[in-house]
């Protein structure tokens, strides 16, 4: 069983910075790929970035530039560093480890920005 712990999200202006973390209690946190997704009200969640196990990144064309995903094996966890945050990024923002057919989610975290 994976239990992911989210935490960092804040109400933020237009144009600030957040940095989330996940925390991951797992046996070999290194083999997951790692994502971030985020649902705001009324959408459907949306993938932000993915990490993989090999440190490939993946980005949603409407972060790219602003949104830093890493991880530090060591310490399993996953990070989104979040620059230039705009109201449109205002969501609920979830953690998700994957390991071939298996995902595992996070409750998630509110990030607010407000223009």
């Excluded at 090999?54 to 989104?80: E, H, P």
């Amino acid at each position: 069983q994976v239990q992911l712990v989210e935490s960092g999200g804040a109400s933020v202006l237009s144009g600030g910075s957040l940095r989330l973390s996940c925390a991951a209690s797992v046996n070999i946190f290194s083999i997951y790929t790692m994502g971030w997704y985020r649902q705001a009200p009324g959408k459907q969640r949306e993938l932000v970035a993915t990490i993989t196990s090999g440190g490939t990144t993946n980005y949603a064309d409407s972060v790219k530039g602003r949104f830093t995903i890493s991880r530090d094996n060591a310490k399993k966890t996953v990070y989104l560093q979040m620059n230039s945050l705009k109201p449109e990024d205002t969501a609920v923002y979830h953690c998700n480890a994957l390991l071939g057919p298996k995902a595992y989610w996070g409750q998630g975290t509110q990030v607010t920005v407000s223009s």
